[in-house]
């Protein structure tokens, strides 16, 4: 008896001229998205080009069965595409089709920018940090975006062990101290090195509570924010009462682990790269004259309007600079998963083009200007500064 084949028909050589028949004669060279749907009407593949015509006519001069364009129209029988004003405003559509639709072969194919890691506080009844290239599926809390994925890994490495955090695999059963259940095992389980050593506290063999161990990640959290000197403070309050009990070995292993942390603080700040730096006003010419003015802010477009032109286009775009930069965000390097792909595009936006960077200005202040007779809060507009230019196309 034959196995059914699970194998998706590939398209036919004729519904393929049909496919390139219509955009030959439909499509226009300028900036867009377009989608591939299957014959069920999957969207397989989001794209976007400034020249999305002669982009769409490329795929059907795929030399090879293996390339990526051939690929995608094996799957699929038809094409549609959507005008925008820009290139800009095309990967920012891309971007946000690509989230909702979650075509399989953007997936398939997606790749992260590889300049930029975040550290993720893995969720887990002991949570551990992680160094990951971009956004998780979870709602777990990502810090950064930091540069230099080896030298980051290595600063984690060493805050796991100045605060006795774990870093063992995440299928680890955790039996802390507080757990009944451990009080019923005939035999401790041996610790792993780490914990022998003192670099753990041991959350897998009941070496500490559930609570002890919750506050070393609270300290970790703290600590990556930046803002925070608590998990300095505390291990110094540990080691000047360590000193003053006369428990000098301990008191010594406090001053190592005070001094590497103080250490570490430095090199977070290095490879962090400033968010802050992301905030400004961005105005793109558009095609054929639909040039557009974008509110960007922590590394995401918060708001979208046309140049100001007549009185009443100035007064609209004064209250959306107000409404986005005229309140006070988040204290926290914490970013939110669902900011973290666009935050990645945009730093690469920028970084490719950083001639980009002389079409910005920043909304520095927010002052009162009187309009008609009323009073609307309007921007003070200031050149982005050189140093932050320099860093963001860094």
């Known amino acids: 008896m034959k196995r059914k084949s699970l194998r998706r028909p590939t398209t036919s050589d004729d519904q393929l001229a049909i496919m390139r028949a219509s955009v030959k004669a439909d499509c226009k060279d300028r900036p867009g998205i377009y989608r591939m749907h299957s014959a069920d009407g999957e969207v397989v593949y989001v794209g976007k080009s400034k020249k999305i015509r002669t982009r769409l006519l490329s795929y059907f001069r795929c030399s090879f069965p293996e390339d990526k364009g051939a690929r995608i129209l094996r799957d699929a029988v038809r094409i549609d595409w959507e005008y925008v004003p820009s290139e800009f405003?095309?990967?920012?559509?891309?971007?946000?089709?690509?989230?909702?639709?979650?075509?399989?072969?953007?997936?398939?194919?997606?790749?992260?920018?590889?300049?930029?890691?975040?550290?993720?506080?893995?969720?887990?009844?002991?949570?551990?940090?992680?160094?990951?290239?971009?956004?998780?599926?979870?709602?777990?809390?990502?810090?950064?975006?930091?540069?230099?994925?080896?030298?980051?890994?290595?600063?984690?490495?060493?805050?796991?062990?100045?605060?006795?955090?774990?870093?063992?695999?995440?299928?680890?059963?955790?039996?802390?101290?507080?757990?009944?259940?451990?009080?019923?095992?005939?035999?401790?389980?041996?610790?792993?090195?780490?914990y022998e050593v003192k670099k753990c506290l041991g959350p897998c063999v009941g070496g500490c509570t559930e609570s002890e161990y919750l506050q070393r990640v609270a300290l970790a959290r703290a600590f990556l924010d930046g803002r925070d000197?608590?998990?300095?403070?505390?291990?110094?309050?540990?080691?000047?009462?360590?000193?003053?009990?006369?428990?000098?070995?301990?008191?010594?292993?406090?001053?190592?682990?005070?001094?590497?942390?103080?250490?570490?603080?430095?090199?977070?700040?290095?490879?962090?790269?400033?968010?802050?730096?992301?905030?400004?006003?961005?105005?793109?010419?558009?095609?054929?004259?639909?040039d557009r003015v974008y509110l960007i802010r922590r590394g995401r477009v918060r708001a979208e309007d046309i140049p100001p032109k007549a009185e009443r286009d100035h007064r609209r775009l004064a209250?959306?600079?107000?409404?986005?930069?005229?309140?006070?965000?988040?204290?926290?390097?914490?970013?939110?998963?669902?900011?973290?792909?666009?935050?990645?595009?945009?730093?690469?936006?920028?970084?490719?083009f950083p001639a980009e960077l002389e079409r910005t200005v920043r909304a520095a202040d927010v002052g009162l200007t009187p309009v008609t007779g009323s009073v609307v809060r309007a921007p003070k507009l200031v050149s982005l500064p050189s140093e932050h230019r320099a860093a963001i196309s860094a």
């Open 89 to 194: 405003a095309a990967l920012l559509l891309e971007l946000q089709q690509i989230k909702r639709l979650r075509p399989r072969f953007n997936v398939a194919m997606k790749r992260d920018d590889r300049n930029f890691v975040f550290i993720k506080v893995v969720k887990s009844p002991a949570p551990k940090l992680m160094v990951v290239r971009g956004a998780s599926d979870d709602s777990a809390p990502h810090y950064g975006p930091f540069q230099g994925a080896q030298a980051v890994n290595e600063a984690v490495r060493e805050l796991h062990d100045v605060l006795s955090m774990r870093d063992c695999s995440l299928d680890t059963r955790m039996h802390f101290a507080d757990q009944r259940e451990l009080f019923q095992m005939m035999t401790r389980t041996p610790g792993c090195i780490r």
């Open 229 to 290: 000197d608590g998990p300095i403070a505390t291990l110094r309050n540990e080691m000047e009462v360590a000193s003053e009990k006369m428990e000098f070995e301990r008191a010594a292993s406090m001053r190592d682990k005070l001094q590497r942390l103080e250490a570490l603080k430095e090199q977070f700040f290095r490879f962090r790269f400033a968010v802050e730096t992301l905030s400004f006003i961005y105005t793109v010419p558009g095609y054929g004259g639909e």
């Open 319 to 352: 209250h959306l600079t107000e409404a986005v930069y005229g309140t006070t965000e988040r204290d926290t390097a914490q970013i939110p998963t669902h900011e973290i792909d666009e935050l990645l595009l945009l730093s690469s936006w920028f970084r490719r």
